[in-house]
């Protein structure tokens, strides 16, 4: 079995990350907040803004889950077959 490459974000990948997330949202919600509509069209906009950045999070906790689910299935895996390889005895008469 091959070893899977460990990678890891560098922090300013994360800053970059946080930055644009941050950024988008403040700009979509004064794009809301100054919309020249009734306050009832303005609240549901915000409303399906809050609804869409929370199921955003979900889905990337999901993706995120399943992701570790897979590399934690394969570690058992590899810790599996390293223990049979190591308790053979290819010279051993049974």
Do not use: N
Request: hydrophobic share 45%; aromatic share 10%.
């Amino acid at each position: 079995m091959t070893q899977p490459v460990k990678t890891s974000t560098t922090t300013a990948f994360y800053i970059q990350a946080v930055l644009s997330f941050a950024i988008s949202v403040a700009g979509l919600a004064a794009g809301i907040l100054y919309l020249p509509v009734t306050t009832w069209v303005r609240s549901f906009l915000a409303l399906g803004l809050m609804y869409v950045v929370t199921s955003t999070f979900t889905l990337a906790k999901c993706v995120r889950d399943r992701q570790e689910e897979s590399s934690v299935l394969s570690r058992v895996d590899q810790a599996r077959l390293d223990k049979l390889l190591a308790e053979h005895d290819p010279f051993r008469a049974d």
